[in-house]
């Protein structure tokens, strides 16, 4: 399914508003959040594919495993992310988004789109409260949109937040780190750019990109030209004609987006 079918979903898209509460840290703290629970979900049900996409196999979560989920969200619901370094509260709301979101595709085994897993004639379950953090109900999108986003100004969040779809940037199978943040967003960018669904040139020259770069342009530049740009130092393979569709002036673009449920087969 492709977004183009869904245009109220893309028309939709949140804006990066800030949430002042969490707008503070601690750069002396050195409490460091523990995240194997969730690092042995991941090593044990995320899987690489000869496509180069990562599917998840939740059917194969047995009553173990799903307490084992449970047991970590409700560890980071504990947390009080104020109080952490920023690298910590990075590697943090990046792992607690990733994590209810496989939760929420385990509250709806039957459907095949996370599209489907929200309220009746809503798209998607983004703006459901599934989690209390410091006393205060904080839902998929607070996470993305006026957590990370505005906080950290970083387009390679992109990259890392995982919506359980085909079209999404792969869940990572290892867990974000303090230590490791800064590497782990640059593979992330590297690994979804050099893939088909993130860019590439049809035989009849086209582009065609996924709608990431429609939905935040901003986050990643000003204009289609500064984006073309960006490809390109990102696409040294495809730079030369990224640079002729500039030249051309308003270049045509298509943004493509697979919403089917990336679940192993």
């Not at 860019?199 to 086209?206: A, E, F, N, P, Y």
């Not at 582009?207 to 990431?212: A, D, F, G, K, R």
Request: with cysteine; aromatic share 10%.
């Amino acid at each position: 399914m492709l977004l183009g079918m869904l245009s109220p979903v893309a028309l939709a898209a949140p804006k990066s508003e800030l949430w002042p509460h969490w707008n503070q840290s601690r750069s002396d703290s050195n409490i460091e959040v523990d995240h194997q629970l969730w690092q042995s979900l991941l090593s044990r049900f995320v899987r690489e594919s000869a496509d180069g996409i990562n599917r998840v196999a939740y059917r194969e979560f047995d009553e173990a495993a799903k307490l084992e989920l449970s047991n970590y969200l409700e560890a980071m619901s504990r947390v009080a992310p104020t109080q952490l370094n920023q690298n910590e509260q990075l590697a943090y709301w990046i792992n607690l988004y990733n994590a209810q979101t496989i939760q929420v595709v385990l509250d709806h085994p039957k459907k095949k789109s996370i599209l489907s897993m929200g309220p009746f004639f809503a798209f998607g379950p983004w703006d459901e409260p599934y989690l209390t953090i410091e006393g205060r109900p904080v839902t998929l999108n607070d996470i993305e949109h006026r957590i990370l986003r505005p906080i950290w100004q970083d387009h390679r969040l992109h990259y890392v937040l995982n919506c359980a779809s085909i079209g999404c940037p792969n869940l990572n199978r290892h867990a974000y780190q303090a230590e490791l943040i800064e590497q782990q967003l640059a593979s992330a960018q590297v690994n979804f750019l050099r893939h088909s669904r993130a860019v590439t040139l049809t035989d009849g020259g086209k582009l065609q990109v996924t709608s990431l770069f429609d939905w935040y342009l901003i986050d990643f530049a000003q204009d289609i030209s500064g984006l073309l740009a960006y490809l390109a130092a990102q696409r040294p393979d495809l730079a030369a004609d990224l640079s002729a569709l500039v030249d051309e002036g308003n270049p045509k673009i298509d943004y493509v987006y697979d919403w089917d449920l990336n679940v192993v087969d």
